[in-house]
């Protein structure tokens, strides 16, 4: 949490001296409409990740069921980790950083920026250099993504949205369905798992049509929720 509160300080340092400016540029002061348009946004970001694990259930055979450690305790510890991680990632790519750049050197410039250091990053999060199909794959996947979120920062000129689908996505697969690297959360995996060939369709609908529906869907309600805003 600290590390956040630092954040938040730089950012607003940042603004002081480049832009003399506030933090409200990011559109963090709520209203009706920013937590309605962001609740709805997380809504559909746990619905379409949650997604793939029902196919994996369904074509796969998985057997999942709830953690038998699962608790109160164990909820808001899930819940508080991904907040945090939530916002030290969108603090510093859909933060004051990427509102500069966008002052600066245009829109379409920071957000290919934005987008290009947010999949660069994820090498590191997620331990793959070296790896270099790993490396193109994610990438390419959290490249797409991050300019997804941020162009939703332009859009809404708002950082809700952007944490509403980062959280949305993260904490279903990180917490509600025991994918991340938090440990067990809420279901989890039985053992063994079953080894099952499935068709090319069905590894489409498991594999990606989540994060395609995920994108699709969020992009239309952007563009819905935000059509007076340029």
């Known amino acids: 949490m600290i590390g956040i509160l630092v954040q938040v300080f730089i950012s607003f340092l940042l603004l002081y001296f480049f832009d003399q400016g506030k933090l409200e540029v990011l559109g963090i002061y709520p209203s009706k409409k920013r937590i309605g348009n962001a609740f709805v946004i997380l809504l559909v970001s746990m619905i379409a990740c949650s997604l793939g694990f029902i196919f994996r259930i369904i074509f796969a055979k998985e057997t999942w069921g709830i953690n038998t450690l699962f608790s109160f305790k ?63 794959q994610v990438f390419l996947l959290t490249g797409v993504v991050g300019f997804l979120y941020a162009w939703g920062f332009v859009k809404s ?47 489409f609908l498991i594999v990606f ?9 969020n992009a239309t309600l952007l563009h819905l929720f935000n059509k007076k805003v340029h």
């Not at 990632?89 to 933060?95: D, Q």
């Not at 949305?168 to 990180?174: E, I, P, S, V, Y």
């Not at 509600?176 to 959360?185: D, N, Q, T």
């Open 157 to 203: 000129q708002s950082i809700y949205p952007a944490i509403a689908m980062h959280f949305g996505w993260n904490f279903t697969q990180d917490f509600l369905f025991s994918s991340g690297p938090i440990g067990k959360g809420l279901w989890v995996q039985l053992l063994p798992s079953p080894q099952i060939t499935v068709g090319y369709f069905v590894y």
């Open 209 to 217: 049509a989540p994060i395609l529906l995920f994108l699709l869907i």
């Open 74 to 136: 164990l909820l808001i510890d899930g819940i508080w980790w991904n907040i945090k991680s939530v916002l030290f990632e969108e603090l510093i790519f859909r933060g004051v950083l990427l509102f500069l750049m966008i002052k600066w050197i245009g829109k379409n410039y920071g957000l290919l920026i934005s987008s290009i250091a947010f999949g660069v990053y994820h090498w590191f999060s997620f331990e793959i250099l070296g790896n270099y199909t790993m490396m193109l």
